[in-house]
């Protein structure tokens, strides 16, 4: 519970930690951002160097907000992989090297004076849009977050739904076709797999493998996966490129297949999307609510109100920060 | 809201409306059935007529229990279809001819002086699982109806969870296979199509008409979808059965893909199993289970309970007469 004098505190901090980065934001009651900052994660360096460049980070935004610490509520953290979001703990994080059974919560209430909140960083994402973005009065909500990967966060009842173990909203890892692709969690056929930017590259990366040109795609043969561009790939798709379009045609079928089923296993008011792919606008949107429209029950499609999100790439951090603000969030 | 004296009543009564039979229940607060009666639904002979065979299944079965009508709380309705549940409406139901926006809990409260509740048969049957069967004292659950079709409920929170407007829950159409059968629903490769018995008996009808023969399966040509008998299916295909094998270990394997997805998209504590498929117990378990082991995230797997139901068929009937003693229901 929060007690009235928190309650009037003017601004919270939010933490996105990433693979890459490590941005910090402090956001006020209106969900505007006030100050942030974006530093390299360096995780290569390990845990503890890690560990540092948050408590940095936090330290650097404060200061160059020029913000009373006082005037501060608390500290939010969206955080990849398994956690145990209770006792606040990360337990293992496969893009963070070293990440195993690490008290976050913990090593940062022991820095900073303030309460500190660790949530799945998807969930914050969800939670971002929820309070400040494309969400904001709807109280059944999913969120799809489209990068690199595929997570998800679910508002039910206006609360993030955690599940019974922290494990609910793994969106990305809904099996789609029993003989897809290998996933990275193990699984053939995830939706990751077909529509995270990973997916999308790696399919193309076995296609030009197997000998096949594209006419409109340009790419360096030495570095395939990282010079392969998401925007370059559907502007190839849409010229009908022989190597894209049928990936790009895929990746966005399978979304929608994945909507569908949210749509008729939950019934939500709303599907927010956000992430990188969502840079495509109505290309993506389009062509994905028609394939919703032709899977799900007609009233829960008619019903249901699919649009991109508000926040940019600001939604996790500003999720974040919005979770000091929450009242029992942590129901799992 | 319920009042005290409600509260102190021992009684209540349950109706579990199908397309073939009416079954009208009556049970003490412990779940235990002290009267039910079973009778033709007769929906052939058209709205009017299955109404006045509710009313009479409800009368006989309180006249036949000896229970004093001030002993019985309310009258709970399993009803399939499209409903509106807080209006306590049957928008349509395909299994019943000519039922078309019919207020049923107005109809009923005109006749009985009780509470009239109204609700999903599927939903029912989760509930009655949550109350009284396998998944006493479980908050989040998700059960899965195995019948002629397939249905679904979600207890979240100890609570039915019906979505933003009363559509949650419809497992049976969660996509499996982008270009699978054509389901009732008009949807392409839904679970339905592949699980349930009509899917079953449907794919192994086409198969037949390919000329497909069976070594071990006894069927009636002029009489096809009749005389094919679930139990039998499974029993040829357990003896490596051409005809039917693999669309039994599709049938499995399928379901098995869909409780991953539940699995990896809720998280429950337990995914509870009931109706006639259930009846093949562990020759349908454990397979089910290893596909669900190889899908999902291994900690949303691990802490899952995968289990058949307690109540049998009195699923419905049962959640259904559990339905007057819940508070706040109708979220949707």
């Known amino acids: 519970m929060i007690d009235k004098e928190s309650i009037e505190k003017k601004y919270s901090i939010g933490v996105d930690l990433g693979g890459t980065n490590i941005t910090s934001a402090i956001i006020n009651r209106q969900g505007e951002i006030a100050s942030s900052l974006k530093i390299r994660t360096l995780a290569e360096k390990g845990k503890e160097a890690t560990i540092k460049r948050i408590i940095k980070a936090i330290y650097e ?22 956690l145990d979001i209770k006792r606040g703990i990360i337990n293992f994080a496969p893009n963070l090297p070293g990440w195993r059974d690490v008290p976050l919560k913990k090593i940062l209430e022991d820095k900073f004076n303030m309460k500190i909140f660790l949530e799945n960083d998807a969930n914050a994402a969800a939670w971002g849009e929820r309070c400040f973005g494309a969400g904001q009065g709807i109280n059944d909500l999913v969120c799809f977050t489209l990068g690199t990967g595929i997570g998800g966060g679910i508002i039910i009842d206006g609360k993030i739904y955690h599940g019974n173990n922290c494990g609910a909203g793994e969106l990305g890892h809904m099996t789609v076709n029993k003989s897809g692709p290998r996933c990275n969690c193990g699984n053939y056929g995830c939706l990751e797999a077909y529509s995270s930017a990973t997916g999308v590259k790696n399919r193309i990366i076995d296609r030009i493998k197997k000998g096949i040109k594209s006419e409109f795609l340009n790419f360096d043969n030495d570095n395939l996966f990282d010079s392969l561009r998401l925007k370059s790939i559907f502007q190839a798709a ?37 992430g990188g792919i969502t840079n495509e606008g109505n290309k993506l949107l389009i062509p994905l609510i028609k394939e919703v429209k032709k899977r799900a029950f007609y009233s829960n499609y008619k019903s249901l109100k699919i649009v991109i999100g508000k926040l940019a790439g600001n939604a996790g951090v500003v999720g974040a920060a919005a979770l000091p603000w929450i009242l029992n969030t942590y129901s799992c």
């Open 238 to 274: 849409r010229k009908g490129d022989i190597l894209t379009s049928d990936i790009v045609e895929d990746a966005i079928s399978y979304l929608g297949i994945a909507i569908a089923n949210i749509a008729n296993i939950l019934n939500p008011e709303m599907v927010v999307l956000v």
């Open 61 to 82: 935004n404060i200061a160059q907000s020029a913000i009373a610490p006082d005037d501060i509520i608390g500290i939010g953290i969206g955080a990849p992989g398994p």
